[in-house]
């Protein structure tokens, strides 16, 4: 079902290149060995990143599979200097709630191998942040609203998408989710039907950027086969 109409989407053929088990072998490999090599970055350079770079990694997000593909989500790409200062001093502002008041004792105990706190300087330090929005619905011109199915599924797999666009590309990020997030929509002017879903921070790593020394799960802990 298109998202603009009532109507079933006209079809076209499918543009898919078939590949032999081999060449399915060696791409799935060498996509795994990037992938794996990415690292949740907490110290960032301030060194620029082409706009085109960051507009290419959100188009590879807006191609991911929504529901009834009503592709529920928008993205704030932020540059400006003014604007990243007033996302860092609220975030810090909430970050200190949280780490003060708002944490349990376990939860804190569980963040105790990654060295955070409520200081945030990477929001400013870093290139570029990208606000991700889901949106719960659209209002069409006369007003209506439509409602949108499968949004948080359908925003989780695009920001997958951009996580590992911007990784491809060369750039390090950082997932960042300060709870409640609601100061995201009002700096950035959003409408009400958008609720900030997650804060990305990418940018080139800085010289003397260190990551915790850990491990994922091995295969057989998180995969059965049948």
């Known amino acids: ?30 996509f795994k ?6 690292r949740t970055v907490r110290d960032f350079a301030p060194t620029p990143v082409p706009d085109s770079v960051i507009t ?18 928008h ?12 996302i860092r001093l609220a975030a810090e502002e909430e970050e200190r709630e949280f ?3 708002r944490a349990s004792d376990e939860w804190l105990d569980a963040l105790t191998p990654f060295a955070t706190d409520a200081a945030k300087p990477f929001l ?3 290139p570029w942040l990208i606000a991700i929005f889901a949106r719960k619905h659209t209002l069409t011109p006369d007003g209506e609203k439509r409602k949108h199915y499968y949004t948080p599924e359908s925003v ?14 060369g750039l390090a990020t950082l997932t960042h989710t300060p709870s409640p997030m609601g100061f995201l929509r009002q700096l950035l002017s ?18 003397d950027a260190v990551v915790p020394d850990i491990e994922k799960l091995p295969l057989d802990h998180i995969m059965t086969r049948w």
């Open 190 to 207: 959003r409408p009400n039907q958008d609720r900030a879903f997650l804060l990305l921070v990418t940018g080139y790593p800085a010289t």
């Open 124 to 126: 400013e330090t870093a």
């Open 75 to 86: 993205f704030a790409a932020i540059q400006d200097a003014t604007m990243k200062r007033k």
């Open 33 to 38: 060995t990037l992938m794996q090599q990415r």
């Open 1 to 30: 079902m298109n998202n603009n109409s009532s109507k079933p989407a006209p079809m076209q053929p499918l543009q898919f290149t078939h590949r032999c088990a081999d060449e399915l072998i060696v791409r799935s490999e060498s």
């Open 156 to 169: 989780g797999i695009a920001t997958g998408l951009l996580i590992a666009a911007l990784h491809n590309a």
């Open 56 to 73: 290419n990694a959100i188009a590879t997000a807006a191609s991911a599979p929504s529901g009834a593909n009503m592709q529920p989500w």
């Open 99 to 101: 780490y003060d008041h």
